[in-house]
């Protein structure tokens, strides 16, 4: 079995290969980003305001070097009421890190960190499924938990502070992306610490964002750490995470992450593979009911799955329902 595992992984490698990492069209041309001022709650509003020109500015020019797409997307992320910590339109060095809700007076603070394929053209939507994409998603997180509880102090975070690989790529296959990602998941967390020191954080990673997590969590403090759609956290279960936080993983039932093998192999100077299955009872997770979804539909509003995550994200572990 594992020999066989291996040839097609090894299969998946050189397709990959062959195809290249891919840049997307739409990777259009943008100035430096602005200097921002550390975090902290008295200086959300400037880096607020910095972000927003520089969204707006970078719309213009991609209009002007005729990615209109692209300059359309930019211009609905700029609307005023919008507000981004960071920002970074440049070819091979987008950022995008937008807050939904008040940060600096928050109790309770969701990081919905997304996986692969995940650019400037998918932050607000994906097709006809906004709520796939981290924008969307993290207004859909809001709007459910708010509904459960309109009292409640939160802001919802779609980070997109790392480079995710591209599905059909090598990339997604090794933790090189997810080290990167590791290292700015937890500088940026130290940063919300800096703003609401008060606050529980939770992570709620998709896909290849749950290998970012995987690899950040045993240095940072977070209540809950919540995967989905995951393909492995790069460990052989949840004691090797090195972390105190609640554990979650869920799975929909028509998420073809389900055929993904669940191995770590070594392939020359890498490993391929993130490891044992996080929803497997063996892993050490608490499981929480996802539905009957595929992989882009745990954040859609009315799912199963985005009702656990707003109940995780409130702290209200011993009322979310399991698979």
């Known amino acids: 079995m594992r020999g066989r595992l291996r040839m097609g992984l090894v299969s998946v490698l050189v397709a990959a290969g062959l195809a290249g990492p891919g840049v997307g069209a739409a990777e259009a041309a943008a100035a430096a980003p602005p200097t921002l001022p550390a975090m902290s709650a008295t200086t959300l509003g400037e880096r607020y305001t910095a972000n927003q020109r520089a969204i707006s500015d970078a719309a213009g020019l991609a209009r002007d070097t005729g990615h209109t797409g692209r300059a359309d997307k930019l211009a609905r992320m700029a609307d005023p009421t919008r507000t981004f910590l960071s920002f970074d339109g440049r070819a091979g060095r987008v950022r995008a890190v937008e807050v939904v809700g008040d940060l600096a007076a928050a109790d309770r603070i969701a990081v919905l960190v997304p996986g692969a394929d995940t650019d400037l053209d998918h932050f607000d939507t994906r097709g006809d499924k906004p709520y796939s994409a981290p924008g969307g998603g993290a207004r859909a997180l809001y709007a459910e938990i708010h509904t459960q509880d309109p009292t409640a102090r939160v802001a919802v975070i779609a980070w ?38 008060a606050a529980q954080v939770s992570l709620l990673c998709h896909s290849y964002g749950s290998v970012v997590c995987g690899r950040a969590v045993s240095t940072i403090d977070v209540a809950d750490l919540a995967v989905f759609g995951s393909p492995g956290l790069g460990v052989d279960d949840r004691d090797d995470l090195g972390t105190g936080a609640r554990v979650w993983a869920g799975r929909g039932d028509s998420d073809w992450i389900d055929v993904v093998p669940h191995v770590s192999i070594p392939f020359f100077d890498t490993t391929v593979g993130f490891g044992a299955d996080p929803t497997s009872r063996g892993f050490g997770a608490r499981d929480f009911a996802a539905g009957g979804g595929g992989h882009s539909d745990y954040l859609r509003p009315g799912g199963r799955a985005l009702y656990n995550l707003a109940l995780i994200v409130r702290g209200r572990a011993t009322e979310v329902t399991h698979g």
């Open 160 to 197: 997109l502070g790392y480079s995710p690989p591209h599905t059909i790529s090598l990339g997604v296959l090794t933790t090189g992306r997810a080290d990167d990602g590791a290292r700015e998941l937890r500088r940026f967390v130290a940063g919300l610490y800096a703003v609401a020191p």
